[in-house]
């Protein structure tokens, strides 16, 4: 065996050394913040409330916070899976790869996935909250404020436009994934395009379309920016009766309690605590996903050789 | 199966299909209506309709007065003459004499101007005060501060364990290090913004012994932890996208591994990385939560990046809450939206052009 160049093992090891720090510096965040959050972990500290004292960390919750992400996360989900998946099916059963409409809706989705966070709390702000909100107060209150103010379902509406390409990529993936022959087998046995559309492809690409819900929801229970405006609360003593109330927010929580608190010392332990609750519920999403994708990935090669 | 059926299900099947297509548009819709309706606010301000100056000629009775139109419509006379006569009075007692400045103009948003009580001209954000001062620039600067130390960080580190990952790693060892590295990009910024706030603010502190614990440096390198995953991704994508006949080409010619990725592979996928750090680039200047925690949020003119400094994006985020709806300040952030969202538009834009070619040339041969 030949003796190893010199300049071989700098490469490799200088670009395997940036390979070990990016993963180091994920081992240290998760680390850091896995074991500061753990010692507040409690039933208390997940089922409490925030009525006896917000920054005290021997009587916080979180509860309210999970109960507002768990509602956002799931108005989204129903408002953003049926654009998602039949936006996904548009462009891989029907749509032609290098039509114009194809490329610019395509387009669109690329663009739609780079807008920046805060745009989209703009965009809420001003279409949903104030355009479609006070649009309804006129047409049925005749101006009355009902639904012109930031609230649960505009928070929903703005993330579910924010996490679309999410699901849409996802969606797409996992229909290329089903192999041609299902749709040939059913397509020769009589049944319509859109029969094996429903019956036969959509069925085996279900755990693929699950993977984007999860991904939009791991999304849609971290990002801040764009609820802040639209329905997120600092505090609220109650948790919201209804789509029209606000709602407080496990990351809009984190950010409150690190700037606004009056002894960062003192909420070091809520803060903690809080962030890992958050953690936990984005990183177990993402991480199914992750999961459940690398299994569509391996079976798209064997499908497509 | 009868004629009757089969026409119904042929129509049933058209109109689904112009159904789906219908849905399928809604990505473009939806575009068109955020460049639309965070342009509607801003537009006052772009046309030049908005006017700061207290002492202007009484053309419009609401905005005299500083009210609304509704508000004013609630008003008797009485009030409305009262109103008047005290808004006559402090405009007497005004001595400042910007107070007869129009700040929302566009000159005086992008060039520097000698204010009363200042020796020189200036670029100044204080949107809050007797007299509003909205000149970008400070926030601009603040921006690609953030921004430059964001790539500096991580375009090196995310393009070399790109290069490791798809070109040097064993099979078995990628297989873990790519989800490690793109669990990163599941981190919420949030929480990212946490981390640099309580502790790498106060590891960075000790290392350089600068006075302001919350700086573009702090924010900076915050920022590229969460640019990474995308410059990694992207970087990664291009580079295995390059035929294996190119590797196994320079492999029978006698080329090392290493010269293979770094001679061969590399240069051939040299588009798509620079569409990474293009697409990183527009990670970075959009990203909200991270500096709005970690850098510090003064807005204040300087090039060094051990001070603290304010972005366009923490700008919106911490200002937005507290303004007068419809009135010129809350305008000005719709418009600082706006270029946001410009920007981002064209460094997507060029990207993924840049991507799209890179693969269709790489397909083609």
């Known amino acids: 065996m030949k003796i190893r160049d010199w300049r071989s093992v700098a490469f490799t090891g200088a670009t395997g050394l940036a390979t070990l720090c990016i993963v180091a510096m994920v081992a240290v965040i998760l680390g850091n913040i896995i074991w500061n959050g753990a010692a507040q972990m409690s039933l208390r500290f997940i089922f409490g409330g925030t009525s006896e004292g917000m920054f005290d960390a021997q009587k916080a919750g979180v509860f309210p916070m999970i109960f507002g992400t768990v509602a956002l996360v799931f108005l ?5 899976v049926p654009v998602g998946v039949i936006t996904a099916v548009y462009l891989t059963e029907y749509a032609r790869r290098e039509s114009l409409i194809t490329r610019i809706i395509c387009g669109a989705i690329n663009n739609l996935a780079g807008v920046p966070s805060i745009v989209f709390g703009l965009f809420g702000l001003g279409f949903f909250v104030q355009f479609v909100g006070g649009g309804l107060d006129k047409l049925f209150y005749g101006g009355e404020l009902h639904y012109a103010k930031p609230a649960l379902v505009w928070a929903a509406t703005t993330m579910a436009v924010l996490t679309l390409p999410v699901v849409i990529v996802a969606t797409e993936e996992a229909l290329r994934a089903v192999p041609n022959g299902f749709r040939e087998g059913s397509l020769a046995l009589g049944a319509t395009k859109l ?81 890992l609750v958050l953690l936990a519920l984005t990183f177990l999403l993402n991480l199914t996903a992750v999961l459940v994708r690398a299994g569509i990935r391996a079976k798209l090669r064997a499908a497509h050789g | 199966m009868n004629e009757l059926t089969h026409r119904r299900r042929r129509w049933g099947e058209w109109l689904a299909e112009r159904g789906i297509f219908a849905v399928s548009l809604s990505s473009i819709l939806m575009v068109f209506l955020i460049f639309a309706f965070v342009g509607r606010e801003a537009l006052p301000v772009i046309l030049g309709q908005v006017n700061t100056a207290r002492a202007r000629p009484t053309g419009n009775l609401a905005a005299f007065l ?57 670029f100044i954000w204080q949107p809050v005060g007797e007299v509003p001062k909205y000149n970008f620039v400070p926030l601009f600067i603040g921006s690609l501060k953030a921004t430059l130390v964001a790539l500096l960080f991580a375009v090196p580190l995310g393009v070399a364990s790109a290069i490791y990952v798809s070109q040097l790693a064993p099979p078995r060892l990628r297989e873990i290090i790519k989800p490690a590295i793109e669990m990163l990009s599941g981190i919420p910024s949030v929480v990212l913004g946490f981390f640099g706030l309580i502790v790498l603010a106060t590891i960075l502190q000790n290392v350089f012994h600068y006075s302001s614990r919350l700086n573009a440096l702090v924010g900076g390198v915050t920022l590229g932890l969460a640019v990474i995953p995308v410059i990694f991704t992207i970087a990664e994508d291009a580079l295995t996208s390059v035929p294996k006949s190119y590797s196994h080409a320079a492999l029978a010619l006698g080329a090392a591994p290493w010269q293979v990725a770094w001679q061969v592979v590399l240069p051939a996928a040299l588009p798509g990385v620079f569409a990474a750090c293009v697409l990183g680039f527009g990670r970075a200047i959009g990203e909200t939560m991270i500096v709005l925690m970690a850098s510090g949020n003064a807005s204040i003119v300087s090039g060094s990046i051990f001070d603290s400094c304010r972005t366009i994006t923490a700008t919106i985020a911490a200002e937005l809450a507290e303004v007068v709806f419809g009135g010129p300040h809350y305008r000005i952030l719709f418009l600082l939206g706006t270029l946001l969202f410009a920007v981002t538009f064209l460094t997507n834009l060029a990207g993924e052009m840049i991507v799209h070619r890179l693969k269709a040339r790489l397909e083609g041969a």
């Open chain 2, 66 to 122: 500083g009210v609304t139109e509704a508000e004013l419509k609630t008003y008797d006379a009485e009030t409305v003459k009262t109103l008047v006569e005290l808004k006559k009075e402090e405009l007497a007692q005004t001595t400042n004499p910007d107070a007869r400045v129009n700040t929302t103009s566009w000159h005086m948003m992008f060039q520097p101007y000698r204010w009363f009580g200042y020796d020189k001209p200036e």
């Open chain 1, 195 to 275: 029969e094996t559309i429903w019956k036969v492809v959509l069925p085996q690409a279900l755990p693929g379309i699950l993977t984007g819900a999860i991904l939009a929801v791991g999304r849609g229970a971290g990002e801040v920016a764009p609820i802040m405006f639209t329905g997120a609360a600092y505090y609220l003593a109650h948790l919201p009766k209804g789509p029209t109330d606000q709602f407080m927010h496990l990351g809009y929580h984190v950010f409150v309690l690190s700037t606004q608190s009056p002894d960062i010392e003192r909420t070091k332990p809520i803060l903690y605590g809080t962030v």
């Open chain 1, 76 to 80: 989204m989900t129903i408002g953003v």
